[in-house]
């Protein structure tokens, strides 16, 4: 209606990537329009207004898994996790643009991707760009 874009975020973040089994009563989205709460039967739907960095992403999986990876937090994905996310980006369909927006990601998201960048850049032959406190991305 009003052309507002929205990112699930936290929990729901992680549910839509199959991160996590948890339903979360409220579903929790950024937006770059109003902040509100809608209720829908005994759901809940919440709009929190986001800052422009959140959704400078070109694909939905860059910008969804940024979110999950902030609701894991640091240092707490483990193999299950990355495991996941691996088959995730072998099904992203523009894996180019989505090496793309991972530079765009915090850094120590980078780094623990890094293992299955490499490993899709290597599938792809595709040239590699240098950062020097993270190696290949």
Request: charged share 30%; hydrophobic share 40%; proline share 6%.
């Amino acid at each position: 209606r009003d052309g507002a874009r929205i990112l699930p975020a936290g929990v729901t973040a992680l549910n839509e990537l199959g991160l996590s089994d948890q339903v979360p009563v409220t579903s929790t989205f950024l937006t770059d329009g109003c902040a509100r709460r809608i209720r829908i039967g005994s759901r809940t739907l919440e709009f929190k207004r986001g800052v422009p960095r959140n959704f400078i992403y070109r694909t939905d999986l860059a910008a969804c898994l940024v979110q999950a990876l902030k609701a894991i937090g640091k240092g707490q994905a483990g193999s299950v996790d990355l495991g996941r996310i691996a088959e995730l980006i072998e099904k992203e369909p523009n894996k180019d643009s989505f090496f793309s927006d991972l530079r765009l990601a915090p850094v120590w998201m980078r780094r623990l991707l890094m293992p299955i960048i490499r490993k899709y850049r290597k599938k792809a032959d595709s040239p590699v760009t240098q950062h020097p406190d993270e190696g290949a991305l």
